[in-house]
């Protein structure tokens, strides 16, 4: 039996794998503390692709007519793809520059293939064009968190402070379909009589289980925040005290709320006047009998054009309150892929060395550059965000813009299904010299490769993960590997070797990990003091954990952040003034409706590994809409509707609910459709593009 972690959420929740003749069966892990031995449905049936007749198990190599023309993919040898690979991006180096290649990886990547790839961009091919998806996922809550409190680490605390709240506000989370496990701690706080609010346009099964549901039009949810500080101000329910000693900023704030009075807060989000009144009083009189409150957000703010100023306007709250820093109360944010968190921090961001330090720093540069053995000046900038570099791909340069890349490589990412303005972004990829994609399975995004290169899947591999927590926690090998599979470690190393890399690219986890945390000491995000035997011994080490002390004493890590202080360099919180734009794009006579989308029970991100489990229920895509809606479209459940916004349609059968605004429809993200209709509008800070709502028309 092998004690391990679910290939799916943010929760990496503790499971046992025990081989069974040719089966492997999935078991409960009841001493990891953050599951207790609770899995969904994904967890237990995770095992279900193993054998699938899917499964890619040797190389494809795509050939090219001498016109350019793209023939079918056929069946190559390892050696011949990799040399092909190595060959191409030599070329189009030579004949574009570094810059002319990119890398796109994977915030469902273990933390050793994280800074492999981030090292592999800056060192084997000397490029800044290096970005990956969790850039669509965490970056509106990374960006605010860095600002705001100085340091971004999801949840400051363990998971399970969660239930000693007293009162939760979850603002654009559906945690009981997205982390079903996380959902008790709801229920646990409900039974001591905590009280739970949600803000979501629609009645979600988490919305079920709160005590108060504010449905938003969708995009407005800043302002919602900025009406609740707004009522805090007036009602003198500020901790003047806290605000004095552990934050700048407030008077500019106070101000800058004095017009969001709940009359204007329910013109502009719909939300009733008397209903941001009772969200502010529960908030205040919380506060002033001495109890906790804590915020938690989500995609459902954060995937928006504004996504980064709500959470800035929610932390805003949290602080004005006095909570950061208390235990069971202050503010943290739902990561949502496996490793979204470890996933920003080694790497392969286009900002970022490990350790999450700035690759703009010249201190952080001349460190890693020390652990990787090279020259500082040859490590490149900052490059372009993961939708600003897939809208690059193939550009010649403009008076304004350098050419885009020519080739790239994709570890993790299944692009075609998960990119906003989908049908835009794939034709940036057909227009490739070289497109190479390392999967399990042929993807979407994988059908379109030059190349590709079939790698391990999670029970086949070892490596680490950080969780929501921060909580390092350490996946491991259960099973063999099928013949002509290898890691993306060992594919990483394989392509370094062949670019003559001026560095050491290792394919051991371990010896990777141990470079890892040499690389992140000092750094926001250290890992010097984690090993694997700690993890294992110790159920997982929350960051940061620098190396042993003096005496040689462990760090013990650190569960729970920002007690004392803040991660500025005076330890104080910052207020930031937010100002509210609405989305980008709004409701007109030719697009009358909101659009949103998200997940659903069963299925997981682009559904590359979920759609091809039978045991999962796979219904295909679907629009929700309210029967208010449905009757003036003159539609019934199950008809087939068409959804247009003004980048694409897609056709799915109509769902009829009452428990979604009747202004706005909702489509899953799992299947190829949802993305091609999704607006690439950007936070200006972030880079989020804003999936979570477009204007969109629907015909029966």
Avoid at 6 to 33: D, H, I, K, N
Avoid at 180 to 189: F, G, Q
Avoid at 609 to 620: A, E, F, I, S, Y
Wanted: with cysteine.
């Amino acid at each position: 039996m092998t004690t391990t972690h679910c290939p799916y959420c943010s929760l990496q929740c503790g499971m046992t794998l025990r081989r069974e003749g040719r089966a492997l069966t999935v078991g409960p892990w009841a001493e990891f503390p953050v599951n207790e031995g609770a899995l969904c449905r994904k967890g237990w049936t995770s095992a279900g692709l193993r054998g699938h007749r899917e499964r890619l198990t040797t190389p494809l190599v795509r050939d090219r007519a001498a016109d350019g023309s793209r023939g079918e993919l056929r069946a190559a040898t390892w050696d011949e793809a990799l040399d092909l690979v190595a060959s191409e991006l030599s070329r189009v180096r030579t004949e574009h520059g570094a810059d002319g290649v990119a890398v796109f990886g994977a915030g469902g990547l273990t933390n050793e293939k994280a800074y492999a790839l981030g090292k592999f961009a800056r060192v084997a091919l000397g490029t800044s064009q290096i970005d990956y998806n969790g850039r669509w996922c965490m970056s509106s809550a990374a960006s605010a968190g860095l600002r705001a409190l100085g340091l971004d680490r999801g949840l400051p605390f363990p998971l399970a402070d969660v239930e000693k709240a007293d009162v939760l506000v979850l603002a654009g989370s559906n945690l009981a379909e997205t982390a079903p496990p996380a959902a008790r701690h709801l229920d646990r706080l409900r039974a001591r009589g905590g009280q739970v609010v949600v803000v979501d346009p629609r009645r979600t099964p988490t919305a079920e289980r709160s005590d108060l549901h504010l449905a938003p039009v969708p995009g407005t949810d800043l302002a919602l925040a900025l009406g609740v500080l707004h009522l805090v101000v007036a009602a003198g329910a500020v901790d003047e005290a806290y605000v004095a000693a552990r934050t700048t900023g407030f008077d500019e704030v106070r101000r800058s709320v004095a017009t969001w009075w709940p009359e204007q807060v329910e013109r502009v989000t719909g939300i009733a006047a008397a209903e941001v009144r009772a969200l502010a009083d529960l908030l205040i009189g919380t506060a002033r009998a001495g109890g906790r409150v804590l915020v938690l957000t989500a995609r459902g703010v954060e995937q928006h054009s504004q996504g980064s100023d709500t959470v800035l306007a929610w932390i805003n709250v949290a602080l004005a309150l006095g909570m950061p820093g208390r235990e069971g109360a202050g503010y943290g944010c739902l990561t949502g892929q496996g490793n979204g968190q470890g996933g920003r921090e080694h790497g392969q961001k286009a900002d970022q060395l490990p350790g999450y330090r700035s690759i703009e720093d010249p201190a952080a540069r001349a460190h890693v550059a020390a652990v990787w053995g090279v020259d500082p000046a040859s490590l490149p900038g900052k490059g372009r965000s993961a939708y600003e570099l897939l809208d690059a791909l193939g550009r010649p340069a403009t008076d304004d813009q350098p050419a885009g890349p020519r080739a790239m490589l994709v570890l993790g990412s299944n692009i075609v299904v998960s990119a906003p303005n989908a049908l835009h972004v794939t034709e940036r990829l057909r227009s490739l010299d070289l497109l190479v994609v390392a999967d399990l399975v042929l993807s979407e995004t994988a059908a379109l490769a030059d190349v590709v290169l079939p790698v391990t899947q999670w029970a086949e591999e070892t490596g680490t993960m950080t969780n929501l927590e921060g909580r390092v926690v350490l996946r491991q090998r259960a099973i063999t590997p099928p013949a002509g599979v290898r890691t993306d470690l060992e594919v990483i190393a394989a392509l370094a070797e062949r670019l003559d890399a001026p560095s050491t690219f290792p394919a051991d986890p371990e010896e990777v990990f141990a470079e890892l945390g040499r690389a992140s000491a000092g750094g926001p995000a250290d890992y010097a003091g984690i090993t694997y035997d700690r993890i294992r011994a110790e159920h997982g080490v929350f960051w940061p954990c620098p190396a042993p002390y003096a005496d040689g004493t462990p760090h013990p890590g650190t569960p729970r952040l920002f007690a004392d202080r803040f991660g500025h360099p005076d330890g104080r919180a910052r207020f930031l003034v937010t100002t509210f734009r609405g989305a980008a794009e709004q409701p007109c006579d030719d697009f009358p409706l909101h659009l949103t989308t998200g997940r659903v029970l069963g299925q997981y991100q682009s559904g590359a590994q979920t759609r091809r489990v039978k045991d999962l229920p796979d219904t295909g895509p679907y629009v929700e809409l309210h029967p208010l809606l449905a009757r003036r479209l003159g539609t019934t459940d199950g008809e087939v509707l068409t959804v247009r916004t003004r980048r694409g349609a897609m056709r799915a059968p109509a769902r009829v609910v009452e428990t979604i605004r009747p202004d706005t429809v909702f489509v899953p993200f799992h299947w190829v459709g949802a993305n091609r209709l999704t607006n690439d509008a950007l936070d200006p800070a972030s880079r989020m593009p804003e999936f979570k709502v477009c204007a969109a028309a629907v015909t029966a």
